[in-house]
């Protein structure tokens, strides 16, 4: 294998994550859409998912999540020189969660900021992060995927609301030794296809006015159809750019830690690259779609399971709104 040549590589050294105890299944569903256990297992894989109750917010399931990544690493969060949040479902529009989340576990000296990228952004927050502790600017950088989508879904519209979950993760960025850590990265983002899947109110375009609550702005809008497609074709596409850029053939790789928006698209991701099925990390029938916590969600499953060992080649991949694509490859390290 060949990998990009970096002085000093990011590795990840804790993870942790964080679900609200509350579980709507697929039971719940039947009583409030015109819905089957059947119909969304078989299109989704999804069984259940967490949601939050009222006056819980990201800020709360990140700061969560954050407090147990530090706890394994055995460090106080005055250890933390920055923090980087992914969520599409901030406490608000400002202050950055990052702010909400650096008060609320007393965190000093430590800066940060929240990344808009939908479902990767995850991927783009860990490679963000990561230039920084690269570059040598810092040497201990927090990464936290958290979402409470049940904050912007229309629980009336069942091609919607059956998908999303509420949770969080967090991962720690320090500087690596020995090939361990981030190897490298493919991202893409395709502005054309930001009509497929959207929140049009509350921005500057169509700020909160009792028409765009009437008119249900504020919820997730998506062509599920249109998704699908392009998150089929692009999962794997961006993939196989990165694996060939880095001279690793699918066999190579130990675990693929995608994205979970649908079995499906994961499945087929899995069988046009040709990896090992048992390779594979699957837990969306636990948590549906919990947007940027995903792949942390995904990468402690696999831990619990005894899947993800010290020097695991792990890829990661994702697509999401905006359309945002990426996919990163890393040698698991602790
Ligand atoms: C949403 C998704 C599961 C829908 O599955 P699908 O097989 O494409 O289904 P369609 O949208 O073609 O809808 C088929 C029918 O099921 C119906 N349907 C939609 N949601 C339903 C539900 N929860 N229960 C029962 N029927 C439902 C539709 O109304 C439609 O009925 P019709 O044929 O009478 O019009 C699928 O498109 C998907 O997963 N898309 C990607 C979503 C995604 O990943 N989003 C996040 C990106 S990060």
């Known amino acids: 294998m060949q990998f990009l040549d970096m002085t000093v590589r990011a590795k990840i050294t804790a993870l942790g994550t964080y679900v609200p105890p509350r579980v709507m299944t697929n039971a719940d569903f039947e009583k ?6 059947e119909w969304i297992v078989s299109r989704t894989g999804i069984r259940e998912r967490h ?7 990201t800020s709360d399931l990140a700061a969560e999540a954050a407090k147990r990544a530090l706890a ?32 609320k576990l007393g965190m000093k000296n430590v800066w940060g900021f929240d990344l808009s990228a939908a479902c990767s952004a995850f991927v783009y927050a860990l490679q963000t992060g990561a230039q920084f502790v690269q570059t040598g600017a810092h040497k201990k950088v ?36 020995d090939g361990e850590g981030l190897i490298d990265f493919e991202h893409e983002i395709d502005g054309a296809g930001g009509c497929s899947l959207y929140m049009p109110g509350g921005g ?13 702005m504020h919820y997730v809008h998506q062509d599920g159809q249109a998704v699908f497609k392009f998150a089929v074709r692009k999962m794997a596409e961006i ?51 919990t947007t940027a916590g995903t792949i942390p969600l995904a990468m402690e499953t696999a831990r619990q399971e005894g899947h993800l ?16 694509v990426g996919a990163t490859l890393l040698r698991w390290a602790f």
Do not use: W
Not at 74 to 102: H, N
Not at 257 to 273: E, F, G, V, Y
């Open 51 to 57: 949601v939050v109750d009222k006056g819980v917010a």
């Open 32 to 37: 409030i859409v015109e819905t089957s256990d």
């Open 309 to 324: 060992k010290k020097g695991d080649l792990v890829m990661l991949a994702s697509v999401g709104a905006g359309f945002t």
């Open 72 to 103: 394994e690493r055995g460090i106080d969060g005055k250890e933390v020189e920055a923090i980087v949040v992914a969520t599409v479902t901030p406490d608000m529009l400002f202050p950055s969660t990052a702010c909400l989340v650096q008060n």
């Open 204 to 216: 500057s375009l169509h700020p909160a006015t009792h028409d765009t609550l009437s008119q249900k």
């Open 239 to 289: 993939c196989e750019t990165l694996l060939a850029r880095n001279n690793v053939k699918a066999s190579d790789i130990d675990r693929l830690s995608p994205h979970q928006a649908n079995q499906r698209i994961i499945k087929a991701t899995a069988d046009r690259l040709g990896l090992k099925p048992e390779s594979v990390i699957i837990n969306i029938e636990r948590y549906g779609n």
């Open 142 to 177: 927090l990464v936290i995927g958290a979402d409470v989508m049940s904050s912007i879904l229309d629980y009336t519209d069942r091609a919607t609301c059956i998908l999303f979950g509420d949770g969080a993760g967090a991962v720690l960025l320090e500087p690596a030794q």
